[in-house]
């Protein structure tokens, strides 16, 4: 049961003007995090077999994996 | 309940049915009603309380007995840690309300991460403590739902992204327009003043200039009922959620004042007196403030701080200082250098000590006057009395009483009338300033306060005064 709902009014306007302007983010948006996790995933396991030598993971790679590099 | 202390409501505290802010014996505690109580168990359960806390996000709290609560349908009573001054977005540098937007985002953020989501994004929910910007509304968080978007949208446009944008491409000075609009800066006000060339620049052109035609569009319709505007008919999955907040988050980071508004070559340092005269009016000042100090003073306000030299002093004195200065530039100058630094004992606000922030609001209580918010131990006032009697045409006896009213101790500056900067004043108008010399200073500062101790400044005429209010 949710007897509290908005106590603000989020107007009718700003929902619908959010919303056309989510669905257009979003393409960037997914884009960008599509890129970055598939360099982290580069990153990380770098080509598999070659280059034995640096296979291991370093500290410095371990911990990035930032949420946001930005 | 009965043998508790009487409590008071805080006069700020009515609009969100979930609970409110009061305070028994000073104390100040939260009441969190019984119909948020499922929202509350999930903050506490999601672990996004002890989050925000930890990462000083949210103003810690701990629990109070629940019959402290004041009225009926108490579920929970809390008791939030102070915060040393309060201040209102209409009293911050373009930074300060940049940083305090950023801060709800990154609430927002932590919320998403945990099922959770902001109820609102008020600018008046945030508070400076110890140089950062900290949440200070603990009720402002609930379960999301799915499907729902974000509610806070407008209210966050309105309260902060206006603002910041006009304020960025149009005049720093532009933030004052939220002490007209509690409720923040309306948007088709905002589209309005914001230059054409922001309609090109894609964050602001999105949630200020479309957001504010999509609100006049739709105003006309809120009545009909198949309008197809009803909240409840918008939908948005979470991942466009996350994207629109992403979008705002680099909307607001992207803004940034022009280079002259906080670059102005020697600005903060321009004095008419010498390298030796400022030795010594800082060794005088130093002097004085440890005198208080010593009397146990804890909190100065600095008014007319420009970019804080002294504000400086006063923190190595020991005490919490307010900076208070009627020019944003220099507000903004000194908050960039504050944060830069670490500083934590002193906050800068833009205040004009001549025509006080009012208060505003419901009934005019729900926002406090600058004046109803005096909290100091002393006032710092150096190199303002001569803004104020001649710059403002203030009598001199009247500069004396706003102070004392202030706080119970005065470091003041004299500045004579032969002064450069007195007479830079003069350069334009008539002098019709007869009383004001060094002995019409005192007969009239001696009306509200008794002199314990002066010093001149070095190489200038000017003379410091440390006084105690008469009571």
């Known amino acids: ?28 948006f997914f884009f960008r995090n599509a890129i970055r996790s598939a360099f982290e995933r580069f990153r990380r396991k770098p080509a598999d077999g070659s280059g034995a030598a640096n296979a291991t993971i370093t500290p410095e790679d371990s911990g990035a994996a930032p949420s946001d590099p930005e | 309940m009965s043998d508790r202390p009487a409590a008071e409501r805080e006069p700020g505290s009515y609009r969100d049915p979930s609970g409110f802010v ?37 103003v810690a709290d701990k629990p109070a007995a629940i019959d402290m609560a004041p009225e009926q349908g108490a579920v929970a009573v809390i008791q939030p840690d102070e915060i040393g001054f309060i201040s209102f977005p209409y009293e911050w540098s373009f930074s300060q309300l940049k940083d305090a937007a950023l801060l709800t985002l990154r609430a927002q953020a932590m919320a998403s991460e945990r099922g959770m989501t902001l109820r609102d994004a008020s600018g008046y929910n945030v508070q400076f403590r110890e140089g950062r910007p900290v949440l200070i509304d603990t009720l402002s968080f609930e379960r999301a739902r799915e499907g729902e978007p974000w509610k806070p949208y407008r209210q966050f446009c309105e309260h902060f992204l206006a603002p910041l944008a006009l304020m960025a491409h149009r005049d720093g000075r532009l933030g004052l327009l939220l002490r007209t609009w509690i409720d923040g800066v309306p948007l088709d006000l905002a589209s309005e003043l914001l230059p054409r060339r922001t309609r090109f620049s894609a964050g602001i052109a999105a949630h200020i200039h479309l957001h504010a035609r999509a609100q006049q569009r739709h105003a006309a319709d809120a009545g009909k009922p198949d309008s197809g505007a009803a909240p409840r008919s918008v939908t948005m999955s979470e991942g466009r959620r996350l994207a629109l907040l992403d979008h705002l988050r680099r909307t607001v ?46 909190r100065a306000w600095d008014v007319g701080a420009n970019t804080g030299r002294y504000s400086a002093i006063a923190a190595a004195a020991g005490f919490e200082v307010l900076a208070a200065d009627i020019d944003w530039a220099a507000v903004e100058r000194h908050y960039l250098a504050l944060r830069a630094a ?81 007479q830079r004043l003069l350069a334009s108008r008539e002098d019709i300033f007869a009383d004001y010399s060094a002995e019409g200073f005192r007969a009239a500062f001696a009306r509200s306060f008794e002199i314990v101790d002066e010093a001149p400044i070095e190489d200038s005429r000017r003379i410091l005064f440390r006084m105690r209010a008469l009571s």
């Open chain 1, 1 to 28: 049961m949710r007897l509290v709902f908005a106590y603000i009014d989020p107007g009718a306007g700003s929902l619908i003007i959010q919303a056309i302007i989510a669905a257009m983010v979003s393409i960037p």
């Open chain 2, 342 to 422: 670490g500083e934590k004992r002193i906050m800068p606000l833009l205040a004009d000590i001549a025509e006080p922030s009012p208060a505003i609001g419901w009934a005019n209580v729900e926002r406090a006057s600058l004046l109803e918010r005096a909290n100091a131990d002393v006032v710092i006032a150096l190199a303002l009395v001569h803004h104020l009697a001649i710059g403002r045409n203030v009598p001199l006896a009247m500069v004396a009483e706003l102070l004392a009213r202030l706080a119970p101790n005065l470091v003041v500056e004299w500045v004579p009338k032969e002064d450069p900067m007195v």
């Open chain 2, 22 to 58: 009061f305070r028994r014996e000073g104390v100040l505690y939260r009441q969190v009603n019984t119909v948020f109580a499922d929202d509350w168990a999930a903050f506490e359960s999601s672990g996004l309380h002890q989050a925000l806390v930890g990462e000083g996000v949210l």
């Open chain 2, 253 to 298: 980071e992207g803004l940034r004042l022009p280079a002259h508004g906080t670059e102005w070559a020697d600005y903060a340092d321009q004095t008419s007196y010498s390298a030796a005269g400022t030795a010594s009016k800082e060794a005088i000042v130093r002097r004085m403030l440890e005198a208080v100090a010593a009397e146990g003073g804890r």
